[in-house]
T-cell receptor
């Protein structure tokens, strides 16, 4: 079982729709969760971070975290063609339940390719 | 505020050679992490440095090494290059490398080994 798994893509949605990206993780010591966007030929760009259960909204993006289910998701509302990219879920281990912090080590999922068509 | 910078952006080497990549973190960031990205394996953690000390290391052979300087700039070195080392090498910086720290990536160095 991979440490971080993302829903297999590619995911294609029409412009203006909601894109839903999902991620599960296996390490219960995971403390912090991040979503990165990576355009082809570019480096990952941080778009959301979430540390506690519930929803976190930033503009058209909403991250949802459920630590009991070991599940984190990213919703993109009013999807635009410029949102077409690979979305990477990343987690980092830390805190008292993890027995310490895995300093600087993000563990990534394999990524989900999102295509928003006009 | 300037972002993370990496040099060089592109490198072509032959098997058996060695290479050194450089990373300058965001001003005020003291933690630098290095990652390797390949189509087959995705993004994999190499190591992390903070205050000139390696605090964490991924599962890579000893040919991969790094260091950090007092100004937080970091270098990584790959010796005795193999074809499989062809990849995008990314560095990311954060304030302290802790689990509540966001990491910001540089543009990467694309290494091709012939």
């Amino acid at each position: 079982q991979k440490e971080v798994e993302q829903n297999s893509g590619p995911l294609s949605v029409p412009e203006g729709a909601i894109a839903s990206l999902n991620c599960t993780y296996s390490d219960r010591g995971s403390q912090s969760f991040f979503w990165y966007r990576q355009y082809s030929g570019k480096s990952p760009e941080l778009i959301m971070s979430i540390y506690s259960n519930g929803d976190k909204e930033d503009g058209r993006f909403t991250a949802q975290l459920n630590k009991a289910s070991q599940y984190v998701s990213l919703l993109i509302r009013d999807s635009q063609p410029s949102d077409s990219a690979t979305y990477l879920c990343a987690v980092i281990r830390g805190g008292p339940n993890a027995g310490g912090t895995s300093y600087g080590k993000l563990t990534f999922g394999q990524g989900t390719i999102l295509t928003v068509h006009p | 505020k300037a972002g993370v910078t990496q040099t060089p952006r592109y490198l072509i080497k032959t098997r058996g050679q060695q290479v050194t990549l450089s990373c300058s973190p965001i001003s005020g960031h003291r933690s630098v992490s290095w990652y390797q990205q390949t189509p087959g394996q995705g993004l994999q953690f190499l190591f992390e440095y903070f205050s000139e000390t390696q605090r964490n290391k991924g599962n890579f052979p000893g040919r991969f090494s790094g260091r950090q300087f007092s100004n937080s700039r970091s270098e990584m070195n790959v010796s005795t290059l193999e074809l499989g080392d062809s990849a995008l090498y990314l560095c990311a910086s954060s304030r302290t490398g802790g689990h509540y720290n966001e990491q910001f990536f540089g543009p990467g160095t694309r290494l091709t080994v012939l």
